[in-house]
């Protein structure tokens, strides 16, 4: 590879770029269009019932599912509409952990035994984490669990006369930051930026530049296809870099956001456009007219748009879109720059990094492979 | 000396359709050779053969001794390529196209030369999607210089181009001949190649059906020269009588066929002697654009009787 070829290119590029006033938009005031447009959007609305994380310890004695008031309790609180449970698998020592790393504010621990103590009258202690920073979210979790256990209480009276409520909670601080919508929404808009802006210009560049002759032109002359493929991911990382500095001035500016900018950040911003630059010339590749390859690009393009993380979070997904949503490369692109931007979560942040090179060095080589510049 | 381009038996299949069937030729170093042939003939795909853009099916193809689909990357920085209708980056100035040329073939020509060359100068830093059919296609010959050719391929250059463009590509193809390189010219104009060629192959239905210079061509496969009068029929049997040569009458005017440049003498003499009335006179020899229309519309006769035949 020869950096004067890549070089040579990446000034065209950069030029028809430059004098294309709908790719300007597309790249500049777009992305603080989206911005306002989403934040303004969810954090007027406010996010209706608090989103609970519940782990549930109290398990049939065959291990085989849960209790039936233990399941009848968190349906009771979900039928409050003030919570949403969500249960997730993770040990009670490592759970106030968890809660801060996925950005959770409030979570519940129901123990090993609930059923049990409960029908024998036994007290039982559940532990309710709430986030100081985020009152209204614990105030709202904590009324909801005396509310219902309140109920429970009273439906197992003791005879004739009073007896202590049997289902009591103490509360524990989640140690985590308070998220709001805006601060996913910076990652997950960047995420949209480097999915749709070089997919839908390779896909079309693909099949437009054989159509109209230019590859053939090119392959007269000593540039080869990987040194051109280089020159435009460079051009869409350094788009990445200046689109992602304005979403997150206008998330910090017009909405306060809260994101860590870290040197971690970078690896994403190169990376994610090193993947669907390639992508999107492999789609348009594999096409044999530009209608088709529009077709392809779609097709590949819009579920990740969506299910990855880029306007909602995946863990706000039912179960099953979010196993999709594990499939989709955009996901951890996205969910790395959630881990160094908002959790500072660098392991899992590099498991996603890992991935997505991963993806870009295979689907880069086939892509090299499989666009022709010359017929046989 | 070696030859610049060699093709030996070279066949081009798509399908059970050959679109170049078995076709022989040579071209000298520094000459002007002209690959004429109506559309569809096999001229656009004997030449990106030769240009390394598509595989031979059959055949040898050499050029500058190279092997154009293996050898495509060193052939490529030796030749000179403009393709029938071409286009670039359309918000790309002719400037800057050649600058990216010159990056990519490290080369050190000035790109306000070779647009002085190729008459663009004054639309150095329009954008091509501004630019005419003209002037884009001056843009893709100066590009096709940048690399200083050996061998410059230019299919169809002047197609669609009004005659003032068509006249300026000239001139260039004519110094391109002058510095001593080598000119592949595919083209339908018949004018272009007489003008222009050294060596001409007329190809149809991928195979060639005439070749060598515009003149041998024309000497082969033309009509007698013929001189016409304008005169009566009884001028025409004067003609006849006295000079024992078949006269035609048409449209008043009367033809006579020339064997060699005497017999415009001796037929003006009689004429003269003959007291007839007159007015003018012509001589009228076969051009290129003649012989060929002749040659490939016996051809295509010839295919309509074998097939009416089975």
């Keep these: 590879m020869k950096l004067s070829h890549i070089g040579a290119d990446f000034r065209i590029v950069s030029r028809t770029y430059f004098r294309n006033p709908v790719a300007l938009f597309f790249s500049l005031i777009f992305p603080i269009i989206l911005i306002s447009l989403f934040g303004a959007i969810f954090s007027a609305t406010g996010s209706g019932a608090v989103s609970l994380v519940v782990v549930n310890q109290d398990h049939n004695p065959n291990g085989v599912g849960y209790t039936n008031e233990s399941v ?46 409960y029908l024998a009258q036994k007290p039982v202690n559940l532990t309710v984490f709430t986030n100081p920073e985020d009152a209204a979210a614990g105030g709202t979790v904590i009324g909801a669990v005396q509310g219902v256990s309140a109920a429970f209480n009273l439906h197992r009276v ?34 949209f930026a480097i999915l749709t802006s070089p ?34 991911i460079l051009w869409y990382v350094a788009l990445t870099f200046v689109t992602s500095a304005i979403m997150i001035g206008a998330g910090v500016l017009l909405f306060g956001a809260h994101v860590t900018l870290t040197l971690g950040l970078v690896p994403f911003l190169v990376v994610g456009p090193f993947f669907f630059v390639s992508l999107g010339m492999l789609a348009g590749s594999v096409a044999r007219t530009p209608e088709s390859a529009a077709l392809i690009g779609n097709i590949i393009t819009f579920p990740m748009m969506f ?51 991963i993806g870009s060095v295979v689907v880069f080589l086939l892509a090299v492979r499989l666009f022709k510049w010359r017929d046989e | 000396m070696a030859a610049a381009i060699e093709v030996d038996g070279l066949i081009k299949r798509y399908g059970s359709l050959a679109a170049v069937d078995g076709i022989n030729f040579s071209v000298s170093p520094g000459t002007v050779f002209s690959f004429l042939g109506p559309n569809g003939a096999g001229k656009t795909t004997t030449t990106e053969i030769l240009e390394g ?84 296609q001056k843009l893709g010959l100066a590009l096709a ?112 066929t020339l064997n060699d440049k005497h017999d415009a003498l001796k037929i003006l003499t009689a004429i003269e002697a003959s007291g007839l009335p007159w007015t003018s006179f012509t ?28």
Excluded at chain 2, 292 to 302: C, K, P, S
Aim: glycine residues 8%; contains cysteine.
């Design chain 1, 72 to 117: 009848a309790f968190l349906q009771a609180l979900n039928a409050t509409t003030l919570v949403k449970v969500s249960v997730v698998d993770v040990t009670p020592q490592n759970f106030s952990n968890y809660l801060g790393q996925n950005g959770d504010t409030t979570g519940l621990i129901i123990p090993a035994g609930f059923e049990n103590d």
């Design chain 1, 158 to 191: 003791c005879g004739t006369g009073t007896c202590a409520p049997v289902i009591g909670f103490t509360t524990a601080n989640v140690g985590s930051q308070v998220y709001k919508y805006i601060d996913y929404l910076i990652p997950g808009l960047i995420g």
């Design chain 2, 283 to 310: 001589t009228t020899h076969d051009t290129l654009d003649d012989v060929f229309v002749r040659l490939v519309g016996q051809m295509d006769e010839g295919a309509l009787k074998t097939e009416g035949a089975k």
């Design chain 2, 145 to 256: 210089l940048t690399n200083d050719p050996e061998i410059c391929f230019l299919d169809e250059p002047t197609t669609g181009l009004d005659p003032h463009a068509r006249r300026a590509i000239w001139a260039v193809i004519r110094s391109l001949k002058k510095e001593g390189r080598t000119v592949f010219l595919t083209t339908h104009y018949l004018e272009e190649a007489e003008l222009l060629a050294d060596e001409v192959a007329i190809i149809h239905h991928g195979k060639i059906i005439a070749s060598g210079s515009p003149t041998e061509i024309i000497a082969e496969h033309g009509l007698p020269s013929r001189m016409t009068v304008v005169g009566s029929p009884a001028l025409a049997s004067y003609l006849q009588m006295n000079l024992g040569a078949a006269a035609v009458v048409e449209d008043g005017k009367v033809s006579i």
């Design chain 2, 53 to 136: 853009l598509r595989k031979a099916t059959e055949g040898e193809v050499r050029v500058l001794g190279l092997d154009p689909w293996t050898e495509g990357a060193p052939l490529h920085r030796r030749i000179g390529v403009i393709p029938q209708d071409f286009r670039f980056f359309e918000k790309i100035t002719p400037k800057e196209a050649i600058e990216y040329y010159r990056a990519l073939f490290h080369t050190n020509v000035d790109p306000h030369d070779l647009l002085e060359k190729v008459e663009l100068a004054d639309k150095a830093t329009s954008r091509f999607d501004t630019l005419s059919g003209g002037q884009k």
């Design chain 1, 199 to 232: 997919m839908f210009s390779m896909v079309d560049i693909a099949s437009s530049y054989r159509k109209d002759g230019i590859f053939r032109q090119l392959s007269l002359t000593p540039i080869t296809r990987s040194e051109w493929l280089t020159s435009r």
């Design chain 1, 307 to 357: 299910l990855s993380g880029t306007f909602f979070q995946v863990s706000m997904m039912p179960a099953g879109l979010q196993a999709f949503a594990r499939v989709l490369p955009l996901y951890y692109v996205i969910d790395g720059m959630n881990q160094v931007m908002l959790f500072s979560n660098t392991s899992r942040a590099f498991t996603d990094l890992l991935i997505v090179l």
